[in-house]
T-cell receptor, first 113, second 115 residues
Framework: GENVEQHPSTLSVQEGDSAVIKCTYS??????FPWYKQELGKGPQLIID?????GEKKDQRIAVTLNKTAKHFSLHITETQPEDSAVYFC????????????FGTGTRLLVSP | DAGVIQSPRHEVTEMGQEVTLRCKPISGHNSLFWYRQTMMRGLELLIY????????DSGMPEDRFSAKMPNASFSTLKIQPSEPRDSAVYFC?????????????FGPGTRLTVT
């Protein structure tokens, strides 16, 4: 089955710096890659997603890139702010029917003022 | 606009007791997911319903776990008997479609502690 690896497990940056989180997946049939943000005491919340027919997607300070050949995708956060501090999860799924998400192990991002 | 609602938010119980977790999905959503989150195993999908019918329960760890969805607005996850290793945060999520990947909206979770 699908296996998703995520790095780093923790990331500390200064406010205003950029942060990059990387994930690799094993199943070349995977075609949907969402990123979720989980704040303390809350459920994960989708922040951006990308499908396999696109190489990059941006939404304000957040961008995701996908390299299908290498089977990896990355989350880029620019101009980080303290409120970006949270745990970020990548995930992968395949098919056009039931979208079973396989999650990475999470990255704890700390943005210091 | 209410999101996914879960109850209780916290549950502390003794080993051997029955535990029932409840979920109300977002109105109009026809897919419902139960996840378990632990430090050791991360986020794991336990079971998935579509139009109130269980589609994939391959993630349910043991026969002690059971889930039902009697109607479109309510689902339960039951553990009987509970064990200390069941301690985790259990999330319910819902989404609006089966055909193709759709955003899953997560509830706030139920933190279960089994002593």
């Amino acid at each position: 089955g699908e296996n998703v690896e995520q790095h780093p497990s923790t990331l500390s940056v200064q406010e205003g710096d950029s942060a990059v989180i990387k994930c690799t997946y094993s199943d070349s049939a995977s075609n949907y890659f969402p990123w979720y943000k989980q704040e303390l005491g809350k459920g994960p919340q989708l922040i951006i997603d990308i499908r396999s027919n696109v190489g990059e997607k941006k939404d304000q300070r957040i961008a995701v890139t996908l390299n299908k050949t290498a089977k990896h995708f990355s989350l880029h956060i620019t101009e980080t702010q303290p409120e970006d501090s949270a745990v970020y999860f990548c995930a992968a799924s395949k098919g056009t029917g039931f979208q079973k998400l396989v999650f990475g192990t999470g990255t704890r991002l700390l943005v210091s003022p | 606009d209410a999101g996914v609602i879960q109850s209780p938010r916290h549950e502390v119980t003794e080993m051997g007791q029955e535990v029932t977790l409840r979920c109300k999905p977002i109105s109009g959503h026809n897919s419902l997911f139960w996840y378990r989150q632990t430090m050791m195993r991360g986020l794991e999908l336990l079971i998935y319903f579509n139009n109130n019918v269980p589609i994939d329960d391959s993630g349910m760890p043991e026969d002690r776990f059971s889930a039902k969805m009697p109607n479109a607005s309510f689902s339960t996850l039951k553990i009987q008997p509970s064990e200390p290793r069941d301690s985790a945060v259990y999330f319910c999520a819902s989404s609006s479609g089966l055909a193709g990947p759709y955003e899953q909206y997560f509830g706030p979770g139920t933190r279960l502690t089994v002593t």
